[in-house]
């Protein structure tokens, strides 16, 4: 049977319900969940540093998938100790468990793994959601959860969803100006931010060769907008000559699609037919043709992120700026990928072509893609070669964000307005042959296991403990510290922000910011109560996935929530917190309970083991609810236990 790319590394990789590996040439019906052994792992500060506290809690002395990589890309500015703290404590923890470490100054987490430790035919997760980037050399490469991502490092399988897949048949060559980006943007125009759901898109056909790996790279990274659950492209000849230059080519196989797979969806794309594209605010798929906006005026200019900061992207930038100066009203900002693409970029003179134009040179890392560092001013145009530009992404709520290429992003800055780059009248960037910078000094080894022992975690202010986990127990007079309505999201339970960001490994200090939009007073009552129970309506936890919105909760003192139905994803997080998901069977009986009712549940453990519904009595009413535990098979195992640290740590 003819396999695809995607298909052949998801089948080599199957694992059974007891961890041991699955050998089978049939593919899981889409849908079904899957164990996928996970070979890699790569981390970043903002959601690596609670990561790491995870790993520690499970009481694993070292990792155990083969490649683990932790990165100090987002949260560089160092306006007082806290994101210090975190860095160092992520450079111990590194050297603890047998991880190597991309220091801060580095780049861009998967601009680095691309470069440095990608490999094709491997998996890899990261607590990331652009991890996917590493499709760009036929790996798969998945973004997760945090407690996931810490699972695989102690050797976990990943558990998934089958997904379905999408051929994306590529034929032809892009045109002169016309990029990857353009091509990612046309898809997402097509489908939209929603419609790969579910899908794993891949490249094939006789197009992939004329794309290079970091164009490749650039489109499964973007393929994250599209909501897919990953993107791939296979590993050939471009692949290879980019691993030896690269100084790895023990890192590359050749992985290619088969005559004859069957697709779950076709797109035909022919790259000539690719002209510049420009994604308007406020969402990545609201896509048109560059040539179809009004020449409105632009105010800013950003080129980097994971998306377009690779050495060739920077280069073709460097080339239009040579011998230009930016008009007096924009302002231009290039955040490089990497190290080595910063290196190679000085060594042959395109940054002082950037300078000489008036660039601002920012720190190789996240900064401006998050709105931290390179913001514009309010009420402007800022135009960007990143990936998304959700209201107020750019830390400017009043501004419009505008994602193109690097290309058509210069071309904006040069005319100080909406510009088409096949209209501006130079040269084509031509980028000759290179050999990049391989210079592994900022990326601290792994330990070997014997001077791990002795390495002490360093703990700043800012580290905190994990909350206190411990199995589920039944649960008498426990008291309702809130009752909330309909579709509560995990913005409401757990905000993010600037303000709030850098306490994700403080949790007691982001504790104070639980539920606020719905009730400030909540964290001291929950607190002073030492143990209480949430009620919610329907819908409860939707959202993003972030599990610190039942980490918070948790350190509050949450030991249950019973609600008239769940966002999925937000139930596995309590229950994998050790939080009892419990959904009521008469949807009516939410109306009978009030905030600082006092309930019991007497025999809740017998009745979830036994997986029989639970019984919740309200002491004040005298009436008995029938309340069904939504989490069940490793999920119900993980609550019991008193979250899926403590089931791991067995
Ligand atoms: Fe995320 Fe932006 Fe950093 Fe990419 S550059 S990893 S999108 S913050």
Request: aromatic share 6%.
């Amino acid at each position: 049977m003819p396999f695809s790319v995607g298909q052949k590394v998801l089948l080599a990789h199957l694992m059974d319900d007891e961890g041991n590996k699955l050998v089978t040439d049939v593919l899981p019906e889409a849908g079904t969940t899957i164990n996928l052994r996970i070979t890699d792992t790569l981390t970043q500060d903002a959601t690596g540093t609670f990561a790491y506290i995870e790993f520690e809690a499970m009481k694993v002395d070292r990792v155990k998938a083969e490649r683990c990589v932790s990165y100090v890309d987002h949260q560089l500015m160092q306006a007082d100790f806290k994101n210090a703290d975190d860095h160092d404590f992520l450079r111990s923890c590194a050297a603890k468990f047998g991880i190597k470490l991309s220091r801060a100054g580095n780049g861009i987490c998967h601009q680095v793994h691309l470069e440095r430790f990608a490999r094709p035919g491997k998996t890899l997760i990261g607590s990331d959601s652009h991890t996917p980037t590493a499709g760009g050399v036929g790996q798969i490469a998945l973004g997760a959860g945090g407690l996931n991502v810490t699972l695989a490092m102690a050797g976990q399988a990943f558990p998934m969803k089958m997904p379905k897949f999408v051929g994306v048949h590529l034929t032809g060559k892009l045109n002169e100006w016309c990029t990857a980006k353009d091509v990612i943007l046309e898809i997402l125009r097509r489908d939209g931010v929603r419609g790969g759901k579910g899908f794993l898109y891949e490249y094939y056909g006789e197009g992939v060769k004329n794309l290079s790996v970091p164009q490749r790279a650039t489109i499964t990274n973007m393929g994250t907008e599209l909501g897919a659950t990953t993107s791939i492209f296979p590993s050939d000849e471009a692949t290879k000559e980019f691993m030896i230059k690269q100084e790895r080519e023990e890192d590359w196989c050749e992985m290619t699609c088969d005559e004859g797979v069957k697709w779950d969806r076709e797109i035909e794309i022919n790259l000539a037919d690719i002209v510049p594209m420009v994604a308007k605010p406020h969402s990545p798929g609201n896509v048109c043709r560059m040539d179809e906006l009004e020449p409105e005026k632009v105010n800013q200019v950003v080129v980097g992120s994971c998306t377009n900061s690779s050495y060739e992207d920077l280069m073709a930038v460097a080339s239009m700026l040579k011998g230009k100066t930016l008009p007096p009203h924009v302002s231009m900002g290039i955040l490089p990928g990497s190290r080595q693409v910063l290196s190679l970029l000085a060594r042959n003179g395109a940054l002082a072509d950037m300078v000489g134009a008036g660039c601002r040179i920012l720190e190789s890392g996240c900064g401006g893609c998050i709105g931290l560092g390179f913001s514009p001013r309010s009420d402007s145009i800022t135009v960007r070669t990143f990936n998304r530009n959700f209201h107020g992404r750019c830390g400017t709520k009043s501004a419009g964000n505008y994602l193109v290429s690097p290309e058509t992003a210069t071309a904006c800055a040069l005319k100080g307005c909406f510009t088409d780059p096949r209209t501006l009248g130079l040269d084509v960037p031509v980028i000759p042959e290179y050999k990049p910078v391989v210079d592994d000094s900022m990326i601290i080894p792994a330990l070997p296991p014997k001077e791990s022992e002795k390495v002490e975690i360093i703990r700043g202010p800012n580290i905190k403990p994990m909350p206190t986990l411990q199995p589920v127990s039944d649960l008498t007079d426990i008291e309702v510290s809130l009752y909330t309505g309909d579709d509560i999201t995990t913005d409401d339970i757990m905000m993010a922000g600037a303000k709030v960001l850098p306490f994700r490994s403080n949790i007691p200090e982001l504790a104070k910011f639980c539920f606020n939009p719905v009730d400030p007073t909540f964290p001291e009552r929950a607190l002073a109560l030492g143990r209480s129970v949430v009620i919610g309506g329907f819908n409860y936890g939707q959202g993003s996935s972030r599990e610190h919105a039942a980490i918070a909760p948790l350190h509050l003192g949450v030991r249950a929530v019973i609600a008239k139905t769940y966002a999925r994803i937000h139930a596995e997080n309590l229950a994998a917190w050790g939080i009892v998901p419990l959904e009521f069977l008469n949807k009516d009986d939410y109306a009978d309970i009030k905030r600082d009712d006092h309930l019991d549940m007497p025999n809740l453990v017998e009745q979830l083991n036994a997986g029989k519904n639970v019984q919740v009595t309200n002491k004040r009413t005298g009436n008995t609810y029938e309340c069904e535990c939504v989490v069940s098979g490793r999920g119900l195992d993980q609550l019991m236990a008193g979250g899926a640290l403590l089931q791991a740590a067995q």
